[in-house]
């Protein structure tokens, strides 16, 4: 089975701009979460998506969105970028009460 | 809300000795997940160690076990026999049991501890 699989790997963009992650789980895993990891405050949660319903959200300004499809791929987008957005964006899948999440090799985000 | 604390930034251990770092958490749930996971430089975020808050037999993964101590709310990792390839940031976790089947909860990650494995 494929893993989770998240494009592009690196992005750089300026202040303003605005950014769509992508992120395909697991084949059969519904559920589909996404986090912020910086240096600073280290791994966030950002929302969680199941069966194309955002179920959770942390608490991220309303620049942080996201969606998630009928074949459980998710997007995430970021818009107006601050330099504060700079991050690696991980996402993780899930398929059941006793499975644990897969990670993805994460987005790296830059902006200038 | 729940906390996890890493107190460790950093760790380092010779190969093939035993390593422990440690991970403590607050919470009011009685029933949760507690997990280590593994973060080498590749990025990606590796499942090391699972522990379900109402079992009390503590797990077990090859080379990695764990400590879990539920009403100090403590849950440590022990590395045996410590490998190159262990070298990396590890994260302590905790979640909820998920709400609905297929779902998932947020996990609660630590800050993390750097650990080196020295040749």
């Known amino acids: 089975k494929a893993g989770v699989t998240q494009t592009p790997r690196y992005l750089i963009k300026t202040r303003g701009q605005q950014v769509t992650l992508s992120c395909s789980p697991i084949?059969?895993?519904?559920?589909v979460s996404w986090y912020q990891q910086t240096p600073g405050q280290g791994l966030q949660f950002l929302f969680e998506?199941?069966?194309?319903?955002?179920?959770n959200k942390g608490n991220f300004p309303g620049r942080f969105s996201g969606r998630q499809f009928s074949n459980s791929r998710s997007e995430m987008n970021v818009s107006t970028l601050e330099l504060g957005d700079s991050a690696l964006y991980l996402c993780a899948s899930g398929s059941s009460y006793n499975s644990p999440l897969h990670f993805g090799n994460g987005t790296r985000l830059t902006v200038t | 809300a729940q906390t996890v604390t890493q107190s460790q930034p950093e760790m380092s251990v010779q190969e093939a000795e035993t390593v422990t770092l440690s991970c403590t958490y607050d919470t009011s749930e009685s029933n949760y997940y507690l997990f280590w996971y593994k973060q080498p430089p590749s990025r990606q975020m590796i499942l090391v160690i699972r522990q379900e808050a109402y079992k009390q037999q503590n797990a077990t993964e090859n080379r990695f076990s764990v400590n879990f101590q539920k009403a100090a709310k403590s849950f440590s990792l022990k590395i045996s026999d410590s490998q190159l390839g262990d070298t990396a940031m590890y994260f302590c976790?905790?979640?909820?049991?998920?709400?609905?089947?297929?779902?998932?909860?947020?996990?609660?990650f630590g800050k993390g501890t750097k650990l080196t494995v020295n040749p």
């Open positions: 084949s059969g895993h519904r559920s």
């Open positions: 976790a905790f979640m909820k049991p998920p709400q609905i089947q297929g779902g998932s909860e947020k996990l609660v």
């Open positions: 998506y199941f069966s194309e319903t955002q179920r």
